[in-house]
């Protein structure tokens, strides 16, 4: 990795206060001129991007949304993979609610889950950090090491030439995400707080991703099957073109359909 | 899009080994790029995303933003005298962000979502001595 100079670091500042410079970009574009391969991937939020603007909208009880610890690590990898991904999500959710306790709890159990799955040696360092920032109750830092986590997972997934099973990882943690989400929204709606749910892309990228592999083994993994179907079943209500307003029978009905299948991820393989 | 991945299979090292240094190289500039936010109590994003384009090509990034929230993008490449660009468009194509600056191997642009969506960072290689350029994008948000 190359080292910062510092004075670069200086330049960068004063780049910083000569916005004047800058060449005009164009203020519209054609979006169809990028071809697809360059727009079929998505940047995808970790959870506290949406909490932190269900923080700015009221005052949740994060601490009444915490689920208690104590997954189950038997199962297939795909409820292995999935698990990650709702554990990591109730880390951030327990940084929200401010629980040291919890936070360090839930860093051990991602180190568990990674050894269940074979990528310890990625997260290690993550969850001795995570518990180090929790004592320290540096959320800030806290919240960064869980995202770590995650990209560290994916990471040694892939590198394993596991990219099937790091989306399921992501694909865990938007869906307790959604969960928590819709459980906020839905004790208090609001229309600004409901347009959060407004993610077409992210959902028809998920859709996509797990399409591609409905024909192998990891994809006819039972609980694969059920999460492809929670994730056709949401996109409907989540509204089609910009603007469209989700209502309080949608919200709760991405509740109870998020709800499901993360107790089904949570609960001990047949 | 390149997603950014620190080790791959042996194979795909042999293949892909020129691309990833490029990514890895530009990877430390996009941090540099975004620290000054960090500073402002922006929390940066973990994961980063890169590639490799030549002198004029553009590629885009979709990124689903949240109303309420404020983001800086930041766009490094270790590519000495190169000039690369970000900009922020919504899903209609028009330009939506609050503002950016430039300044050679360095680019970053702001956004406030007026609404929830998909929103598009688009990434350009306006000049560089080499035929390909690698490029890096982090971004952050508060």
């Known amino acids: ?270 | 899009m390149k997603k950014l991945l620190f080790s791959l299979l042996a194979l795909q090292v042999a293949l892909l080994a020129p691309l990833q240094a490029y990514v890895n190289d530009a990877l430390s500039f996009a941090h540099e790029a975004v620290d000054p936010y960090a500073k402002k109590g922006f929390t940066v994003r973990q994961d980063a995303w890169g590639g490799d384009l030549g002198v004029k090509d553009q590629q885009a990034l979709t990124a689903q933003l949240f109303k309420g929230n404020e983001y800086w993008f930041c766009l490094g490449t270790a590519v000495k005298n190169a000039t690369v660009t970000l900009h922020i468009y919504d899903s209609q194509g028009k330009l939506a962000e609050s503002e950016s600056w430039q300044k050679g191997r360095f680019a970053g642009a702001r956004i406030n979502p007026t609404k929830t969506g998909t929103y598009y960072a688009i990434v350009t290689v306006e000049k560089s001595p080499q035929e390909r350029t690698g490029w890096a994008v982090v971004y952050a948000y508060k």
Request: hydrophobic share 45%; aromatic share 4%; glycine share 8%.
């Open chain 1, 1 to 270: 990795m190359t080292k910062i100079i510092p004075l670069a670091a200086a330049a960068l500042t004063l780049a910083m206060a000569c916005n004047a410079l800058a060449q005009s970009p164009p203020a519209n574009v054609d979006l169809t001129k990028f071809p697809a391969k360059e727009v079929d991937d998505v940047m995808v939020p970790v959870p506290s991007e949406i909490f932190a603007v269900l923080d700015k909208l009221g005052t949740p009880n994060w601490r009444a949304e915490l689920r208690k610890p104590g997954s189950k690590t038997t199962g297939s990898r795909a409820q292995v993979a999935l698990l990650l991904g709702t554990v990591i999500a109730e880390g951030f959710i327990a940084v929200e609610a401010e629980d040291s306790a919890q936070v360090k709890e839930i860093g051990r159990e991602v180190l568990t889950l990674a050894v269940a799955i074979g990528v310890h040696k990625a997260v290690i360092a993550r969850s001795k950090s995570i518990t180090e920032k929790a004592e320290a109750k540096e959320w800030k830092k806290v919240r960064q090491e869980f995202d770590g986590a995650l990209q560290d997972v994916r990471g040694a997934m892939q590198e394993l030439g596991d990219d099937d099973l790091a989306q399921l990882v992501s694909v865990g943690g938007w869906v307790r995400g959604t969960e928590v989400l819709t459980s906020i929204v839905g004790k208090n709606y609001s229309a600004d707080g409901a347009e959060l749910l407004y993610q077409p892309d992210l959902l028809d990228y998920f859709g996509r991703k797990l399409d591609k592999i409905k024909t192998t083994r990891l994809g006819k993994d039972d609980l694969v099957v059920k999460t492809r179907k929670t994730l056709a079943g949401i996109r409907p209500l989540i509204g089609k073109e910009d603007g469209t307003k989700i209502s309080a029978a949608s919200v709760e009905r991405i509740h109870q359909l998020a709800k499901e299948l993360v107790a089904s991820i949570t609960s001990p393989a047949p």
